[in-house]
């Protein structure tokens, strides 16, 4: 995310969005553009779409870096799951091996201390009599301790142990010893949920407030949209009374320039144009920030 330079948002009722106050961003690496106001071959219309290509191109790049923002802080909170995961799954077999190590260990000890069994005649060996193993109060212990063996936590099913017998069900069916976590390995996987919990609370966390802070610039539009409509009328209703004085002027005989006319006419036609372009960006971007807060529910209507 270190390469993605974010830029900040400009309101369009910004100055520098207008001819006279114009400054360029400068974290945004285009050209700016060169106005001149000495120059009789440019004039304010000129001047004008000159600095609404500008801002466009500006919008346009900083709605493209915000994507690619979220697109690795996104990859970034999927890696760090990942991780954790690997690391988790890496405990739990390493725990597994430790306990296997410690039964192979105890059966060698037994082994060597086992008598041999002599038989009672030299061509007949009489077998013993199985017994049934019950489990000790020490073993039921630390199945109050662990009641859950490692097959059964992988599988994530429910640890149900058989009455007379060492293995739990699923391990009976399977033919295979119970194998459980000592202290040490429950605390390891214990711990690495609690981490992978506290990184999806920090990106569920980060998501809400960056959804937050474009709620914030949605409201900030609708607001603006606001001001322009009561800008635009303002200015339009100067203009129309400006014309009404001229055919009023025309009405008892008076002539009237015929630049004046035209400079009184195309400035109303300005200011139309501007007020349909500045609304039609801000809708543009209202509906980009309500497609990015979607997922957040939070209602956001044009």
């Not at 960056?210 to 303002?234: C, F, K, N, P, V």
Request: aromatic content about 6%; hydrophobic content about 35%; glycine content about 4%.
């Amino acid at each position: 995310m270190t390469d993605v330079v974010r830029m900040g948002e400009i309101p369009s009722a910004d100055p520098r969005r207008t001819v006279q106050g114009f400054a360029p961003d400068i974290k945004f690496d285009a050209p700016a553009p060169t106005l001149a106001f000495n120059d009789p071959y440019e004039d304010d219309e000129d001047r004008l779409n000159k600095v609404k290509k500008y801002w466009r191109a500006h919008d346009k790049e900083r709605m493209l870096r915000e994507a690619r923002y979220k697109e690795l802080l996104d990859a970034e909170v999927k890696a760090a799951e990942q991780r954790k995961a690997d690391e988790n799954a890496q405990a739990l077999e390493e725990a597994a091996a430790r306990e296997r190590e410690k039964e192979e260990e105890k059966e060698t000890a037994a082994q060597k201390g086992r008598r041999p069994e002599v038989p009672r005649t030299p061509r007949k060996v009489t077998p013993r009599k199985p017994q049934t193993e019950v489990w000790s109060g020490s073993e039921g212990e630390e199945d109050e301790e662990k009641p859950q063996c490692v097959y059964c936590i992988k599988k994530k099913i429910t640890c149900v142990p058989q009455a007379g017998k060492k293995v739990c069900v699923a391990c009976g069916r399977r033919k295979m010893k119970c194998e459980f976590f000592d202290k040490s390995s429950w605390a390891v996987l214990d711990g690495t949920k609690q981490v992978v919990e506290a990184v999806r609370e920090l990106a569920g966390l980060e998501r809400r407030r960056d959804a937050s802070q474009l709620e914030m610039i949605w409201h900030d539009h609708q607001r603006y949209i606001m001001e322009i409509e009561t800008q635009a009328a303002a200015d339009s209703s100067a203009v129309d009374a400006r014309v009404l004085q001229l055919l009023e002027l025309k009405s008892k005989g008076i002539e009237v320039p015929e630049d004046l006319e035209k400079r009184i006419r195309a400035e109303r036609n300005l200011i139309q144009a501007t007020y349909k372009e500045q609304l039609n960006d801000l809708t543009g971007q209202m509906d980009n920030i309500q497609k990015c807060t979607a997922w957040a529910k939070n209602g956001l209507l044009r």
